[in-house]
């Protein structure tokens, strides 16, 4: 499956994606008719060079001679994926170039060149302005181009509205990929039916190329019977077809694998070993890894994830050790005389695929290697790993731009030290570790960051750091216990109901905080506060105006009020506030005779 | 390795795939059982599985789940042999019936 576009890639290696140009041996950047350093003949280097030679309206040797030097860096026998060196080369001697630019097209062109540089090295942003400049060109091929880039960086920075704007202008030009990224867009925003008409006419010419693309749509939208339908009719053309192993492992994958149907799976698996592309070969024995683990064949699973761990492609064999020792995990848990031996060679096992590990997965094998830490009794060793793991990782540009992962990295870092801090009493530095923690995550519900609030240990400065947090539900859980004034203060300062909730019921409140609250003129908040045990006579005189007649009941029946606001109520306007004083034993006889009196 | 073994290697990966896989089959009763390296023929094996056409009769089933009956993964060995049970050839069918049994047999043994 094209891990660009979702639709199915070339059975031959290193064939382009039909749908979006992307090459499978290109794990994360598209690859088109407008991606550098490509050995294909349609490459931007090819096509940019002669555009810009068939040209006299400028200095067409500067621009050609800049295109050619650059594409002279990119390495045809390295991946393009480990070409990223590379891209950043092109990038600075682009700037560099830009400076000597001898007129305004010859600078477009670089632009339009450059925005598809960035796109390949994922930075959007800048493919975006660069491609805006690009656009200006005279000339249609670095339109395009940078129409591409534009699309794509939008698409990517989840920028809908422009992308509108965007794809209308590039259909109107008649842009040969504003489909193909409807298409996209409209899978996306989870417009299924839009986006299946939109296939049936871009792939109207090829009904393979359509019943596939078809096939990831009703996939995607959870069609699966009709998708299983459209597979099948692709797998019927037989393994001699170069994308029958793409249609297998995709109908593998996405139908019968979560449906259960493990022998079907196992079944159709098997006959997609057979073909050429080593890339589909290795997802087809994951895909029977993941069946063999599923039907408990421990033995078999290993043999088959085993496969591609000695891939060329790291992303490929780390993901396929990390499926070993999931393997390998789950098979200890789930054998009763498992041995301290066995644990203690798994854990040796994840620290291998860790210190090799692909910054994807990274996190994977941390958290596994966390687990058989414990089991194996290697819980200090941890530490030393954790910091030589990290030290590593911060290095690789990956830690800046993949979130995602680092956010998960740093909080299993962050369980295991503060756990260790916690053990070791090292409240300075448990302090320190959580500040930075909530600082660079901050949306994260950090679970020993709550213990730890739970003693007396943290001090103010954590406690305002940790107000920043945007994760509701720490704040909401945080808001019950929290007895600092300074802080439920600043905690009452948030307008999501849960937090508010939790501090009208939170003794510790003030009343400062309990009026702040009660000023939200909420009934689910004015009912929580009627229920706190220590309710002053202050905040009693506040509910007893409530403007919900409910809220004001409840009021009328404690037994804790003041005179004055025992008789304010007597004489409410609701009926049901008056007849919880008139049956309210704490009231004195004469004011329950006036809520009597209101009453009749 | 014997030049006979080479070849058979070679053909396994030929684009002929009645040669393919009777080369795939050779390889593993005649050397690879042989010397135990039923991991090695499963892999032969099963990259050959999706060339095999009616006239085969399942004989890379049939060859799988022998080789899944000696590595003692039961349930594995019947669901392979189950499929060769229903060859056209009564060779394989026949071979499969036996296996199937011996199968049953082993995976009953505690």
């Known amino acids: 499956m094209c891990e660009n576009c979702g639709i199915k890639v070339a059975g031959v290696e290193g064939a382009p994606c039909p749908g979006c140009g992307h090459s499978p041996s290109n794990s994360t950047q598209p690859t088109s008719r407008f991606d550098a350093g490509s050995d294909k003949s349609s490459s931007i280097s090819s096509e940019s060079i002669e555009s810009v030679l068939n040209k006299n309206l400028f200095d067409t040797e500067w621009s050609a001679g800049h295109f050619r030097e650059c594409e002279g860096l990119f390495d045809p026998d390295r991946l393009q994926i480990d070409q990223k060196d590379i891209l950043e080369k092109v990038i600075t001697l682009t700037k560099e170039k830009l400076k000597t630019a001898p007129n305004k097209e010859s600078e477009y062109r670089l632009y339009s060149y450059m925005s598809i540089i960035f796109r390949m090295n994922d930075n959007y942003k800048e493919a975006y302005e660069a491609g805006l400049i690009g656009n200006e060109s005279n000339e249609k091929f670095f339109v395009e181009q940078s129409q591409y880039s534009i699309l794509d960086a939008l698409f990517n920075l989840g920028k809908f509205d422009e992308f509108e704007v965007w794809i209308d202008r590039a259909s109107q030009s008649k842009h040969p990929e504003a489909n193909w990224f409807r298409i996209r867009y409209l899978t996306t925003i989870e417009k299924f039916e839009e986006a299946l008409i939109a296939c049936e006419e871009y792939y109207s010419s090829n009904s393979e190329l359509l019943n596939s693309n078809r096939a990831d749509i009703l996939v995607k939208a959870k069609r699966l019977d009709e998708a299983e339908i459209a597979f099948r009719k692709l797998v019927a053309t037989g393994p001699r077809n170069e ?159 993949n979130n995602k992962v680092r956010n998960q990295l740093e909080t299993l870092r962050i369980d295991v030290l503060s756990k260790h801090y916690l053990k070791e009493s090292m409240y300075l530095e448990l302090d320190e570790l959580f500040i930075s923690a909530v600082s660079e995550i901050t949306g994260h519900k950090f679970l020993a960051l709550l213990e730890y609030l739970r003693t007396p240990f943290p001090g103010i400065d954590l406690r305002r750091v940790v ?31 849960p937090i508010l909730v939790a501090l009208a019921e939170n003794p510790a409140s003030t009343d400062v905080i309990c009026e702040l609250i009660s000023k939200k003129n909420d009934i689910d908040l004015d009912f929580a506060l009627c229920g706190r045990a220590n309710l002053s006579k202050h905040m009693s005189m506040i509910l007893a105006k409530s403007n919900f007649d409910a809220v004001r009941r409840l009021i009328a029946m404690r037994d804790d009020l003041s005179q004055e606001t025992y008789t304010a109520l007597a004489t409410d306007d609701a009926m049901l506030v008056r007849d919880a004083i008139r049956e309210n034993q704490a009231c004195s006889a004469e004011i329950r005779a006036l809520a009597a009196l209101g009453s009749l | 390795m014997t030049e006979n073994e ?97 199968t049953e047999k082993a995976s009953s043994e505690p």
């Not at chain 1, 492609?313 to 200890?332: D, F, V, W």
């Not at chain 2, 004989?59 to 594995?76: H, T």
């Not at chain 2, 019947?78 to 049994?101: H, I, N």
Request: charged letters at 30%; aromatic letters at 10%.
């Open chain 1, 243 to 401: 994308y029958y192993a793409n249609w297998v492992n995709s109908l593998a994958f996405s139908i019968l694998m979560p449906q259960k149907r493990f022998h079907e799976a196992e079944r159709i698996l098997v006959s997609a070993i057979c073909t050429k592309s080593e890339r589909e070969k290795i997802n087809a024995f994951s895909n029977l890894a993941m069946v063999a683990l599923s039907l408990k064949e421990f033995k078999a699973a290993k043999r088959y994830a085993k496969k591609a761990t000695v891939h060329p492609e790291n992303a490929i064999a780390s993901e396929s050790r990390l499926t070993l020792c999931n393997i390998e995990q789950q098979r200890l848990f789930e054998t009763q005389s498992t041995s301290q031996a066995e644990w203690r060679d798994l854990f040796d096992l994840i620290k291998d695929g860790l210190e090799k590990t692909d910054f994807d997965d990274a996190a994977n094998f941390l958290e596994l290697l966390i687990t058989s830490s414990e089991m194996a009794h290697k819980s200090t060793e941890i530490l030393v790993i954790i910091d030589e793991v990290f030290a590593k990782l911060k290095t690789t540009r990956e830690w800046l731009q």
């Open chain 1, 467 to 497: 107000l920043k947090t945007t994760n509701k539900e720490f704040l909401a859980e945080w808001a019950q216990f929290e007895e600092q004034s300074e802080i439920l203060y600043g905690l009452a300062k948030n307008q999501d109901e």
């Open chain 2, 6 to 102: 080479t070849k058979l290697r070679e053909l396994v990966v030929s684009d002929n795939a009645s040669e393919a896989i009777d080369a795939a089959v050779s390889l593993y009763t005649a050397y690879l059982s042989v010397r135990g390296e039923l991991e090695e023929a499963e892999y032969f094996l099963l990259s050959v599985l999706g060339l095999q056409a009616t006239s085969h009769g399942f004989i890379v089933e049939l060859s799988l789940g022998e080789i899944y009956l000696d590595m003692k993964e039961y349930p594995r060995a019947k669901r392979f042999l189950e499929v060769a049970l229903t060859s056209s050839q009564e060779s394989v069918s026949k071979r499969a019936s036996e296996l199937l049994e011996l």
